[in-house]
């Protein structure tokens, strides 16, 4: 079964940055529209970012809370999507996850916890 597992979550300071890794087992995922997606604690799972299937160029998109501080990008050959984040905020830590959009049930992998904490 197609999985998705994340990587790269820790404990940064305010102001600082991860890149989180995305290696997805099947290559068909580079021809879908995919997402990183994150649940704080009390909260929903919400969509940060997205980027278009490998067929087109490169099209992303940011929910406004992350725009300019987070970037989106996928390396085919790798099976492999990433997450930079910079400038890092208290208000940034969740466990984030990555799956397609719309995400898929079967998808969602354990994520990967990002804590940003003095």
């Known amino acids: 079964q197609a999985q998705l597992v994340e990587s790269g979550g820790g404990l940064v300071h305010p102001g600082g940055s991860l890149r989180l890794s995305c290696v997805a087992s099947e290559s068909v995922f580079n021809f879908l529209k995919m997402g990183w997606y994150r649940q704080a604690p009390g909260k929903e799972r919400e969509l940060v970012a997205t980027?278009?299937?490998?067929?087109?160029?490169?099209?992303?998109t940011y929910a406004d809370s992350v725009k300019a501080r987070f970037t989106i990008s996928r390396d085919t050959a790798k099976n492999t999507m990433y997450l930079q984040m910079n400038n890092l905020k208290p208000e940034d830590t969740a466990i984030y996850y990555c799956?397609?959009?719309?995400?898929?049930?079967?998808?969602w992998g354990q994520g990967t916890q990002v804590t940003v904490s003095s």
């Open positions: 799956n397609t959009d719309p995400p898929g049930r079967d998808f």
């Open positions: 980027i278009t299937n490998a067929l087109h160029e490169a099209y992303t």
